[in-house]
């Protein structure tokens, strides 16, 4: 099970962190994803942790995903946020998640609720 949270309104260029903490299984054994789907639009990859982290290029220097293993719980600091930013933000997790496959929905058999990002221009 997967709660997410953290989300809010924001003004573009502040930040936020959104949180996502598993249950029932370890995190270090899964790999985590994070996804968006704004308004009207299909829903993309963000960033992934399985060994290493992935992000999507729309967002690379600007977002870092973490995770605390005590805590089993990952992260997603978002940074420089922009109005484009905008969606509402899924993690998901998986396990025998392939590297080749992260950046897909599909590869996920978890998914927790989302939680609203809102950035302002």
């Known amino acids: 099970q997967l709660q997410a949270s953290g989300g809010g309104l924001v003004q573009a260029g502040d930040s936020l962190r959104l949180s996502c903490a598993a249950s029932?299984?370890?995190?270090?054994?899964?790999?985590v994803g994070w996804f968006r789907q704004a308004p009207g639009k299909e829903r993309e990859f963000v960033a992934a942790f399985k060994s290493n982290p992935s992000y999507a290029d729309s967002v690379k220097g600007r977002f870092t995903i973490s995770r605390d293993n005590a805590k089993n719980t990952v992260y997603l600091q978002m940074n420089s946020l922009k109005p484009e930013d905008t969606a509402v933000y899924y993690c998901a997790a998986g396990a025998g998640i392939i590297t080749s496959s992260m950046r897909q929905g599909t590869a996920y058999n978890y998914w927790g609720p989302g939680t609203q990002v809102t950035v302002s221009s």
């Open positions: 029932g299984r370890a995190i270090n054994r899964i790999v």
